[in-house]
Each structure stands twice: as structure tokens, then as C-alpha cells.
């Protein structure tokens, strides 16, 4: 069975430095993986994807993430945060047919 | 193009009734995929539908059902509803050719039963 397990409930950086969310996976087979981000009040928007592709995956806003198969992860960084970037990002992994089972999130904290 | 577009945006409902979400999938994607966000939780899978046949079923009460209508858009169904059942009700739509090509979720329907 497929799953994945948010290392950290909540992290906290400072405007302009580097930012890293932690995701470990468990899979059968190679996986399909996802990072989605949940701004307060608003619905989930795809940060970015590996399938089985590059293991160097860049996404939108700046945000890239790292596919490890020897260590399992599938981390998310950025190289200088912004204010903009506090939500909840939630690491995902593709189950049975097309179905998605989503972490407990990350909430990421900016202060200026 | 219109994206996943759900209704209503919130509701208030009490507990024992029942209640309808309605869910409109990006236009081309024929599977309408439907999840429940807790507070606090990530969202989790509750049905899958392709093509107006359940394609796959989370582990949720019967209270829970679905349907997927010719338009392809679906409405999602909760009977007897309990103070659990409060939660942010999420639509997604997927690609013809699979979610690793396109997997877009709607705002949601916020749910609260009092």
C-alpha cells in the first residue's frame, strides 16, 4: 500500500531564507508523487509532480523537490521564502487507480 | 476555461438531515473524484467516478454516495448526517489520460453540521 508521512507539523523560517518541507514515502512500485499547497480558506493547488520522469522537479513559485529512491524522500525546497509562501503544503502520493492519499501537511509559518 | 467549480460554497446543515454537493469537472475530464478535509487533516478519498460507473470507493460509510451524471459533472450525497461530517468537501477532475497529466481540485464545499 502506498502512503506518505510529513516529517514536520510545522516549520517556521525567516522572509529570504531557504525553506524545507520533509516527505517520506512508502510504495509497492515506483511511485507518483505530488506536493500541493492550501492557502487559508482556498482549495489545493499543485505545487509540482514526479512521475517517474527527472528526479529534479521544479514547480511553480520558485519551489523544487527532490525524488531519493535510496532514502525514500521526496523533500521540498526553495531557495529564499516569501511571505506569501505561509500555508499548509501537503505531500501526496498516487494510490489505486486515480486516487490521491495526502499527508497530514506541513504548515509553514513567515515571519519579516 | 472554467475550472472545477462546486456548489454551494458553504452550508449549515443539522444533524440527522441530509445533504447534495454538486461538482462540475474541467471540461474534456470525464473522472469527478470527490474528498473530505477535516480540520486540521489532509484531505481523504471518498469516491471515484469515470464514465458514470464508481471507479473506487474510500473507507466511508454508506451514508456517503455518489453519483456521476451524461455532462459528467457529479453530485455527492450524505444521509443522516452527524457532527463528524463537518468538513471541507473537495471535488477534483482528472485528465482523460490519467492524473499524472492533470489532476485539478475545486474551492470545496464547506460543510457544518450543527
Known amino acids: 500500500a502506498q502512503s506518505v508521512t510529513q516529517l514536520d507539523s510545522h516549520v517556521s523560517v525567516s522572509e529570504g531564507t531557504p525553506v524545507l518541507l520533509r516527505c517520506n514515502y512508502s510504495?509497492?512500485?515506483?511511485?507518483?508523487l505530488f506536493w500541493y499547497v492550501q492557502h487559508p480558506n482556498k482549495g489545493l493547488q499543485l505545487l509540482l509532480k514526479y512521475t517517474s520522469a527527472a528526479t529534479l522537479v521544479k514547480g511553480i513559485n520558485g519551489f523544487e523537490a527532490e525524488f531519493k529512491k535510496s532514502e525514500t524522500s521526496f523533500h521540498l525546497t526553495k531557495p529564499s521564502a516569501h511571505m506569501s509562501d505561509a500555508a499548509e503544503y501537503f505531500c501526496?502520493?498516487?494510490?489505486?487507480?486515480?486516487?490521491?492519499?495526502f499527508g497530514t501537511g506541513t504548515r509553514l509559518q513567515v515571519f519579516p | 476555461d472554467a475550472g472545477v467549480t462546486q456548489s454551494p460554497t458553504h452550508l449549515i446543515k443539522t444533524r440527522g438531515q441530509q445533504v447534495t454537493l454538486r461538482c462540475s469537472p474541467i471540461?474534456?475530464?470525464?473522472?469527478v473524484s470527490w474528498y473530505q478535509q477535516v480540520l486540521g487533516q489532509g484531505p481523504q478519498f471518498i469516491f471515484q467516478y469515470y464514465e458514470k460507473e464508481e471507479r473506487g470507493r474510500g473507507n466511508f460509510p454508506d451514508r456517503f454516495s455518489a453519483r456521476q451524471f451524461p455532462n459528467y459533472s457529479s453530485e455527492l450525497n450524505v444521509n443522516a448526517l452527524l457532527l463528524g461530517d463537518s468538513a471541507l468537501y473537495l471535488c477534483?477532475?482528472?485528465?482523460?489520460?490519467?492524473?499524472?497529466?492533470?489532476?485539478?481540485f475545486g474551492s470545496g464545499t464547506r460543510l457544518t453540521v450543527v
Open positions: 471540461s474534456g475530464h470525464k473522472s
Open positions: 501526496v502520493v498516487r494510490g489505486g487507480t486515480d486516487k490521491l492519499i
Open positions: 510504495s509497492s512500485y515506483s511511485p507518483s
Open positions: 477534483a477532475s482528472s485528465h482523460p489520460q490519467g492524473i499524472d497529466y492533470g489532476y485539478t
